[in-house]
């Protein structure tokens, strides 16, 4: 079973320009995450989607990043315009449902650094 | 104080040594637990699930004391591949009425040979 997909692997930009990141969950499952992770931290969640909805974007800095599943497959996050203390891992998770039991698959990342 | 507090790392321990992992959660609501492993410069992967009752995989042992909010991990007989960051996790019933997992900063073992 192909595991959750994520694109750029890395990106590096400069302050103030915007970057897109992309995320496709394992086949079949309702719920996707988003996740930013900086050094020397554990993951923290940026918003939460079931299907083509947003669940929970209450720790989401709107001024700044937006999130979309407009089809509930796969999703973008952008951050316009970038700072340095964005600099971190962007990790996005799928999960079969919104169950806190279910587990949460994570893909690889993406690690974007603001220069 | 942070949500979910893990006791401050590294773990520098011989192959074959026993470790254990604490951890303490501030949120008494919360629903469910977990430990989860990130190598370096990898993905968080679930480890085990933590129950009441404690539970057992194969080296692995997890148990949680509700009335304490505390979590433990304990790896016996370590091996040179249990080298990772142990992340705590716990779900927490978010203010949006939704559930949402929020990890620990994690302690780092490094199983020396």
């Known amino acids: 079973e192909a595991g959750v997909a994520q694109s750029p692997r890395y990106k590096i930009i400069e302050k103030r320009q915007s970057v897109a990141f992309w995320c496709n969950p394992i086949?079949?499952?309702?719920?996707l995450y988003w996740y930013q992770q900086i050094l020397g931290q554990g993951p923290k969640l940026l918003i939460q989607f079931q299907n083509n909805g947003v669940v929970d974007d209450s720790q989401l800095p709107k001024d700044r990043f937006s999130a979309e599943r407009l089809k509930g497959v796969d999703s973008t996050l952008k951050i316009q315009p970038a700072k340095l203390e964005d600099s971190a891992v962007y990790l996005c998770?799928?999960?079969?449902?919104?169950?806190?039991?279910?587990?949460?698959?994570f893909g690889p990342g993406t690690r974007l650094t603001v220069l | 104080r942070k949500e979910v507090e893990q006791d401050p790392g590294p773990f520098n321990v011989p192959e074959g040594a026993t470790v254990a992992f604490n951890c303490t959660y501030s949120?008494?609501?919360?629903?469910?637990f977990f430990w989860y492993r990130q190598d370096c410069r990898k993905e968080p992967k679930l480890l085990m699930s933590?129950?009441?009752s404690g539970n057992e995989d194969g080296r692995f042992t997890a148990q949680l004391n509700r009335a304490s909010q505390y979590i433990s991990l304990l790896i016996r007989d370590s091996k040179l591949s249990d080298s990772a960051t142990y992340l705590c996790?716990?779900?927490?019933?978010?203010?949006?009425?939704?559930?949402?997992?929020?990890f620990g900063k994690g302690t780092k073992l490094s199983v020396i040979p």
């Open positions: 996790v716990v779900n927490i019933t978010s203010g949006a009425g939704s559930y949402q997992l929020t």
């Open positions: 998770a799928s999960s079969l449902d919104l169950i806190p039991t279910d587990t949460q698959y």
């Open positions: 086949s079949g499952h309702a719920t």
């Open positions: 949120n008494s609501a919360s629903q469910s």
């Open positions: 933590v129950y009441s």
